[in-house]
């Protein structure tokens, strides 16, 4: 298959317009949608969207409730779903949750979420992968700057842009606790980067990423061709939906206030995975479905 967005093979980072549009379904069909016109706008124009108190305060209490036991109950636990911190044992992430936990395939079923992102693609819809992601007060690490897309593409085999990415805010997210940041109009741009990709790079990018990391002069180039840094903020049980190659990126935490979320993500079932563009080995099917990819419950 073609390589539309080819990254990673030469010495010179390079900028490429997108090829693919970013609402999938045609746009006279919006009075169909489940959003409002003018949130599919900010969404086609900035590349995400914020819904906030989307989940009721119960089911706020409750998702968090989950998330906390699953950490708990996986704190002496050696797997490869479970990503702990570079420099300590503490819990970063926890993969697969909606294949391995039956309180997570629920909520990544909701059918509020699945209409919207259904309308966003155009079609059905999988999971691709699914994680919770703790920062904890005082010790939760950066994410560095990236583009989904670009790591799926090349190390995953995603041959196209037509996924999105869903955050569930289960703490409220301050400018100040490593929240969620965002290049709005990012999406329309994709960043080649330089650097061949090692031999099961996961191992090591799930708790650093370096390769698959835009060089600074891009970064610099999509902010001022944008409208510079969004920070969506809010109580628990927001939602923030972000195209699969908007640029994005977390710093590390240091205040007394945890921000930790559930992050899932939806592909189209026409744009299924093929063999990585990278030419390397597939990465394991925690981290990018394969075999389970059917469509998710409607």
């Not at 835009?214 to 972000?242: C, H, M, Q, Y």
């Amino acid at each position: 298959m073609e390589d539309l967005y080819p990254s990673r093979k030469k010495d010179q980072p390079e900028i490429l317009e997108r090829k693919d549009p970013v609402i999938h379904t045609d746009r006279s069909k919006d009075n169909q949608a489940p959003i409002s016109k003018e949130q599919l706008d900010s969404y086609e124009k900035n590349g995400f969207l914020q819904i906030e108190s989307f989940f009721s305060d119960d089911e706020v209490t409750d998702m968090q409730k989950a998330i906390f036991e699953l950490q708990d109950s996986n704190k002496d636990v050696t797997s490869d779903k479970v990503i702990r911190e570079p420099e300590s044992d503490d819990i970063r992430s926890i993969f697969h949750v909606h294949k391995d936990d039956n309180y997570f395939k629920n909520v990544a079923n909701d059918q509020r979420i699945l209409d919207i992102v259904n309308h966003l693609l155009g079609s059905d819809v999988y999971i691709h992968q699914s994680r919770i992601n703790y920062k904890p007060g005082f010790k939760g690490k950066e994410f560095e700057w990236h583009s989904d897309f670009e790591t799926w593409h090349v190390e995953d085999g995603m041959p196209r842009m037509r996924a999105v990415s869903l955050s569930i805010a289960l703490s409220d997210n301050y400018t100040f606790n490593g929240p969620l940041m965002l290049i709005p109009g990012s999406q329309n741009y994709y960043v080649s980067c330089v650097g061949e990709t090692p031999d099961n790079n996961y191992k090591e990018s799930l708790k650093k990423q370096k390769f698959g990391v835009p060089d600074e002069d891009s970064l610099r180039w999509l902010t001022k061709n944008g409208s510079g840094i969004s920070v969506p903020t809010g109580k628990a049980g927001s939602i923030t939906l972000f195209e699969c190659n908007t640029m994005h990126g977390s710093t590390s935490n240091i205040t007394p206030y945890p921000r930790n979320n559930l992050f899932m993500v939806y592909n189209s079932v026409e744009n299924r995975l093929v063999e990585p563009y990278s030419g390397g080995r597939k990465r394991p099917e925690y981290i990018a479905v394969r075999e389970s990819g059917i469509p998710a419950m409607s």
